[in-house]
């Protein structure tokens, strides 16, 4: 059969190719059977979050008149560490047990791993909210079950992981991984920092649209701008 | 005019007689600029009467830092600029010589932001009484200031791949300049929008005098940055162009 | 692009290909080209530059000098990658899925026709047919590399480049290697081997490197056995001296 092939790049193979949208489908599922096969990423990930909400209570004595001032800040630092928990570890294991190179190989658009990796680890993080809200509301007193805070989180994990994915990459590839991910990560994810605690606060607060919407703008356009940028530049981080 | 530094293999940048014009620029600038700033522009009533009243000091002088804050800044806004041009340039033509631009003006750019925070902290001290008050544009500096450290880190721990190395740079060098907007609005405009009372204060619209000291400040130190990162991209073309005669001369010694 | 039925197209064409790390070269100048048909075996010492040959004509890497075409087409652009089967140092499987779902995850992401089929027929082949709904954890180093070579010609690639298929494998399976790789017997292949008498009898062309250079290649300086065992002992075993 593979004897009547021509020279050429047969046009037959190239129609039978996955479409982007297909690609991007066919990996997340790839993400989603190892995940739900070994919990690596995610049994960490809970454990951490909640790890550090005891360290925030022994650090601020949650049960005071505190909680409502440093709950903003809580949810999102333990959204952000265990976001790039997350990232080093989904990326990293692919490059050291060599998986990494099998997809390299594969005839994939780049952009549509980049975006199978954003969204898994997006769709990771989410779940990990699902815990971490009522667990923070029931057990810390914390006031976190606004409904205010679904349209905050999904936005600012999205732009977390938006430019996480694509420098999780790069640390990856470098000396002192572990170390270059925030160094690289927190000063660029700045804007989504700052937004998202305002937002979720003024939500709190139970601030008027008007006093939030700026801080949801902020999110809107860096989702938008790094999930494009990202998309168009993690093919010249995956070439050697 | 190159003397012994041979053309790099794209021509461009090679007209670095261009230098020689900086140079002179900044020999005229910088004593013109210390006498207007120093001694020729009057001290600002406005100003003078914000420190008195956060310090109850009567101390105008402390105002001159202004005009080598301002200028240092805006150095270092124009040295990031060029490491996005770089970056941009590098990926899309792959020459060395645009990630040594890029790589270079971030290397200025991190000096002129480093100084443009000590002498905020200086102005701070009688203005604030604090060397540090996360004043919203010195904030929005220091952020910029992360990300650039971050870009020397990921450079010096890119391993023995420096191609590799370049790339991921580039890669940082763009995505840093885009996130510099948003950085700004998140930390300058939208809590300044919040408070309209410190916008109406700060702008308050300068003599003058000051104004123009202030131009000439900034055009100088606008010509110093560019000198010193284009004697810098010299420098490093010159141990480019050394390292490649050792190669090739090591390529003929292996060849059989 | 297209090519004339008369004499066998060619698949690979290298020119002046060069890799090179900062100051250290890998691969220095190699030019060659493969046709249609034709099985290369790439023979050298360690270092010698065949994985970075491999891994250029892969797609991995880009040159630092010259140019590599497969088809006319760069290797890395989609189109070329689907035509291409490759195994490497690294296995390239998902430890925690089966056999059976990393071949179906490879073969979706290729496009292959039939997969159900096609995986159990490679499964068949490469001999793990009763291992297929096992987790690749549980797998040894040599059901794996079986497995690397049903994943690498499941899409029935028009080249495979072969970083030591043998890796792993034992003596028996080393003696069934060419119907692993080759069930049809006219695949075009490279082939980067550290065995020689398994490169012998695999290839039917072969390229000596050294010092990331090609020091003898059969098809230009004489094709005969001894010359390839001559040169190997030449350059492979005293390293060149």
Not at chain 2, 130 to 158: C, E, H, K, N, Q
């Amino acid at each position: 059969m593979a004897g009547a092939r021509t020279g050429t790049v047969s046009a037959e193979a190239e129609r039978s190719l996955p479409s982007f949208a297909f690609q991007v489908w066919i990996l997340l599922g790839k993400e989603a059977a190892i995940e739900l096969r070994s919990k690596e990423l995610l049994l960490p990930v809970v454990v951490f979050a909640i790890v550090a909400l005891v360290s925030f209570h022994f650090a601020f004595d949650l049960r005071g008149d505190v909680s409502p001032l440093v709950a903003p800040g809580i949810l999102w630092i333990a959204i952000f560490f265990s976001g790039m928990l997350a990232l080093g570890r989904s990326l990293g294991r692919e490059t050291e047990r060599g998986s990494w190179e099998g997809m390299l190989v594969a005839p994939l658009d780049r952009g549509a791993l980049y975006l199978s990796k954003a969204l898994a680890t997006f769709l990771l993080l989410t779940v990990l909210e699902a815990v971490l809200l009522p667990v923070g509301a029931l057990f810390f007193r914390l006031p976190f079950l606004v409904p205010g805070l679904f349209l905050v989180l999904p936005l600012g994990t999205l732009g977390v992981t938006s430019v996480g994915t694509l420098f999780a990459l790069m640390a990856a590839n470098t000396r002192a991984r572990e170390a270059m991910l925030p160094i690289l990560l927190l000063p660029l994810l700045v804007p989504v920092m700052v937004a998202s605690v305002k937002a979720t606060g003024g939500f709190i607060d139970g601030l008027s649209w008007g006093e939030v919407q700026p801080w949801i703008g902020v999110l809107v356009a860096f989702d938008l701008i790094f999930l494009t940028l990202s998309t168009l530049l993690f093919d010249t981080v995956t070439e050697e | 005019m190159e003397r012994g530094l041979s053309q790099p293999k794209t021509g461009v940048l090679s007209t670095l007689g261009w230098l020689d014009l900086l140079w002179l620029l900044s020999l005229v600038g910088i004593p013109t600029m210390l006498y207007l700033a120093l001694v020729w522009a009057p001290e600002d009533a406005v100003m003078a009467e914000l420190v008195y009243r956060a310090t109850g000091v009567r101390d105008g002088v402390a105002q001159r830092i202004f005009y080598t804050h301002v200028p240092m800044a805006m150095a270092a806004y124009i040295s990031f600029f060029l490491v996005f041009l770089g970056s941009l340039l590098y990926l899309w033509r792959r020459q060395i010589v645009w990630d040594i631009v890029a790589r270079s003006s971030a290397e200025v750019g991190v000096v002129f932001t480093t100084l443009a925070l000590i002498t905020g902290s200086l102005w701070g001290m009688p203005t604030w009484g604090a060397p540090w008050a996360w004043d919203a544009r010195l904030t929005f500096t220091l952020v910029l200031w992360l990300i650039y450290i971050a870009y020397l880190m990921l450079r010096s721990a890119g391993g023995g791949n420096p191609a590799r190395t370049a790339r991921y740079a580039a890669v940082l060098g763009i995505v840093g300049f885009f996130d510099i907007p948003l950085i700004h609005w998140a930390v300058v405009i939208i809590p300044e929008g919040m408070h309209p009372f410190i916008v109406s204060e700060s702008r308050a619209s300068l003599p003058p005098e000051m104004l123009f000291t202030l131009i000439v400040a900034i055009l100088t130190f606008a010509v110093l940055a560019l000198l010193v990162i284009g004697q810098r991209i010299r420098l490093e073309l010159a141990r480019e162009e050394l390292e490649n005669l050792q190669v090739a001369m090591d390529r003929e010694r292996s060849a059989p | 692009m297209t090519s004339a039925q008369a004499s066998p197209a060619t698949i690979v064409e290298a020119k002046g290909l060069t890799k090179a790390y900062g100051r250290t070269y890998a691969l220095q100048d190699v030019s060659f080209s493969v046709t249609q048909g034709e099985r290369v075996v790439l023979l050298g010492a360690n270092g010698a530059g065949k994985t970075t040959l491999l891994r250029l004509l892969a797609g991995l890497l880009r040159p630092t000098e010259g140019s590599v075409l497969l088809w006319g087409t760069p290797p890395w652009h989609a189109r070329c990658r689907a035509q291409v089967g490759v195994t490497s140092h690294a296995s390239y499987h998902y430890e925690e899925l089966t056999a059976w779902e990393n071949l179906r995850l490879f073969g979706r992401l290729y496009g292959a026709s039939n997969l159900e089929t096609a995986i159990e027929r490679a499964l068949e082949r490469v001999g793990l047919a009763a291992q297929a709904r096992e987790p690749v954890r549980t797998l040894s180093r040599g059901m794996q590399q079986r497995l690397a070579i049903a994943r690498a010609t499941l899409h029935r690639p028009a080249l495979l480049l072969l970083d030591e298929p043998e890796t792993g494998l034992d003596a028996a399976a080393q003696g069934d290697l060419a119907t692993f790789l080759f069930p049809n017997g006219e695949e075009t292949a490279v082939i980067a081997t550290h065995s020689l008498s398994l490169g012998l009898t695999l290839g039917r062309r072969w390229v000596i490197l050294s010092g990331g250079r090609v020091q003898y290649d059969s098809q230009t300086d004489g094709e005969d056995q001894a010359r390839v065992e001559k040169n190997y002992q030449m350059y492979v075993v005293h390293g060149g001296r």
